[in-house]
């Protein structure tokens, strides 16, 4: 079984409507991410948490918003789709271990958004 | 300008060869520092972390010049199977909140 689970894997769907992409683990982290990547761009970070109180605005949190029900789950909304929120979504979890910012992240298989 | 600069590719090179890439990063005060590699439709996955003093991980080695803010990744006797793209990845502060993802590096080996 994968780690890092996203749900769905793939989703097409259209203008305005809500949608909400999931992620579980199974690594016992505290800390979760949601990232989206775009053709001949970076991954960007939409949102992270890192425990189950703390929820923290990324680079481009405008049109998501996040929940983290528990430890091992943090889901990504869209409130109202747009076609410029097509894109591959990946969730990532990292352990802050001894060194803050030093532990590397792990990926889900990844979500791909399609809004039409 | 970028806050983590890659050369996009594509790199073309022999099975065999060496190749090597560079990412430049433009804050000094950049914490830590990692290459993941991402394969076609795939999720990214750690390939290994850049350490101050360079470090190897056998045919892939790592460096880090602070001095002129790039970190770089060699690959000796390439095989088919590193055809992929390498993402290098900064982590601005101590709190992971500020983590760079580069748009990557595209290499292809053909045999």
């Known amino acids: 079984d994968a780690d890092v689970t996203q749900t769905p894997r793939n989703r097409i769907t259209k203008t305005g409507k809500r949608i909400m992409l999931e992620c579980s683990q199974t690594?016992?982290?505290?800390?979760m991410y949601w990232y989206r990547q775009d053709p001949g761009l970076g991954l960007r970070l939409i949102y992270y948490?890192?425990?189950?109180?703390?929820?923290n605005k990324g680079e481009i949190s405008d049109g998501y918003s996040v929940s983290r029900q528990a430890q091992a789950k943090f889901s990504l909304s869209l409130e109202s789709a747009i076609p410029n929120q097509t894109a591959l979504y990946f969730c990532?979890?990292?352990?802050?271990?001894?060194?803050?910012?030093?532990?590397?992240?792990?990926f889900g298989d990844g979500t791909r958004l399609s809004i039409l | 300008r970028k806050e983590v600069e890659q050369d996009p590719g594509p790199f073309n090179v022999p099975e065999g060869a060496t190749v090597a890439f560079n990412c430049t990063y433009s804050?000094?005060?950049?914490?830590?520092f990692f290459w993941y590699r991402q394969d076609c439709r795939k999720e990214p996955k750690l390939l290994m972390s850049?350490?101050?003093s360079g470090n190897e991980d056998g045919r892939f080695t790592a460096q880090l010049n602070r001095a002129s803010q790039y970190i770089s990744l060699l690959i000796r006797d390439s095989k088919l199977s590193d055809s992929a793209t390498y993402l290098c990845?900064?982590?601005?502060?101590?709190?992971?909140?500020?983590?760079?993802f580069g748009s990557g590096t595209r290499l292809s080996i053909r045999p």
């Open positions: 850049v350490y101050s």
């Open positions: 690594k016992g982290h505290d800390r």
């Open positions: 990845v900064v982590n601005l502060n101590s709190s992971a909140s500020k983590i760079i």
């Open positions: 804050n000094s005060a950049s914490q830590s």
């Open positions: 990532a979890t990292s352990d802050p271990g001894l060194g803050d910012g030093n532990q590397p992240q792990h």
């Open positions: 948490s890192f425990d189950v109180k703390d929820i």
